[in-house]
């Protein structure tokens, strides 16, 4: 399962040429079609090209050679997800990562792993806290992929059976009022447990299931920070259910929680005006990043855009004279998008990978831009 802390250590990889070949491969479900798979990829990377020049053409094919490799050890292991491979003989890099969405397939051929496609496995499957509660007990789970594990199973203690009313009337309002408390003491405890748990470390959504009673009380008493984290809820028995089925309830909910996410920022871009602090192209985005303004880069899933980069400001342009520094300083990359999105991650900006962005590509600003640079 991917973490945004593994994607910060594969931005940390730079050769010095077009040597790290990104493959992201649908694996299939069905072993004797893993037989497909070398030629898959071969059609990949000849959808990719930049391999000009002896140097990336042995770097291309070392880096296939690398990926075949992982392929025939692995290959069964990974049947119906999307993998990530990276490879590079130069840098001694040969990593594969398991994804639980599924991603477009492509290949890339540059001096650093792509990691445009993670991060929207990232947004759409994040790792999430499930909290599973009743009135004397709770269940705190980390789901990451295929992956439950339980974190605590709180237990109130000394509250009676709701079913105990006593010998009149009163007693039995007494025992009432006592096992609201007790299980207030105990949704409490199980909310400091959770907040404890939830402190550092990625930001998870927080899924809550139990019965249906028993949910809106738990919310009540959530801290704010952890309140905030709040993605949707599910009914179930506590005491019939299974790891397997509090992962397929919280499932479904932090897809739709991941989908309302994605409409609202698209209908958020659609309705602010383009020549405020919303910029809408390529163009007026490549302005952005170059002049270290962007707070929010919203980007496509898929494609490429061929660009280039200046090496001596680091500029971005869709043409080699673009830049100030004119045409001798460009080195062409070959996708000017995730040049972008490492540009924005680095001045400390958030990137967010949409299916069908405004424009194909659109940014928030943290000030107005000076003018319309990048082309």
Not at 22 to 49: C, F, I, K, M, T
Not at 55 to 68: F, I, S, T
Not at 142 to 158: F, N
Not at 185 to 214: K, W
Request: glycine share 10%.
């Amino acid at each position: 399962m991917i973490s945004h802390a593994d994607v910060e250590k594969l931005l940390g990889i730079q050769a010095a040429e077009r040597s790290v070949l990104s493959v992201y491969l649908q694996v299939p479900v069905n072993p004797p079609a893993l037989r497909g798979l070398p030629a898959r990829v071969d059609e990949l990377l000849a959808l990719a090209g930049g391999a000009d020049g002896p140097g990336a053409l042995r770097a291309r094919d070392e880096g296939r050679r690398m990926v075949r490799r992982l392929l025939e050890v692995h290959a069964r292991d990974w049947l119906g997800h999307t993998v990530a491979i990276f490879a590079c003989s130069q840098l001694g890099l040969s990593e594969a990562v398991l994804l639980t969405c599924r991603l477009p397939e492509r290949a890339v051929l540059a001096t650093r792993p792509h990691v445009r496609p993670l991060l929207a496995a990232l947004q759409r499957c994040p790792a999430y806290r499930v909290a599973v509660v009743d009135r004397r007990h709770a269940w705190i789970f980390s789901v990451a992929g295929d992956r439950v594990s339980v974190v605590a199973e709180p237990v109130a203690g000394g509250v009676r059976s709701p079913a105990f009313g006593g010998w009149y009337g009163l007693e039995s309002h007494r025992v009432h009022e006592r096992i609201i408390q007790l299980a207030r003491h105990h949704y409490q405890d199980t909310a400091a447990i959770l907040g404890q748990a939830m402190h550092s470390g990625e930001r998870e959504p927080l899924v809550v299931g139990g019965h249906e009673e028993a949910i809106p009380q738990f919310l009540a008493i959530l801290p704010a920070g952890v309140a905030e984290r709040f993605a949707g809820s599910f009914a179930v028995d506590p005491h019939t259910m299974t790891p397997a089925r509090v992962r397929e309830l919280s499932g479904a909910v932090i897809r739709d929680w991941a989908q309302r996410r994605e409409q609202r920022l698209l209908a958020q871009l659609h309705d602010e005006p383009p020549d405020g602090l919303t910029v809408i192209g390529l163009r007026g985005c490549l302005a952005a990043v170059n002049q270290h303004a962007v707070q929010l880069l919203v980007v496509p899933v898929g494609g490429l855009i061929p660009g280039f980069a200046c090496t001596r400001c680091g500029a971005l342009t869709s043409t080699p004279g673009g830049c100030p520094d004119g045409p001798a300083d460009a080195l062409g990359v070959p996708d000017l998008i995730e040049e972008m999105v490492i540009k924005t991650l680095g001045d400390g900006g958030e990137v967010q990978a949409l299916s069908d962005p405004p424009g194909d590509i659109a940014a928030r600003t943290r000030f107005l831009l000076t003018q319309a640079e990048g082309r």
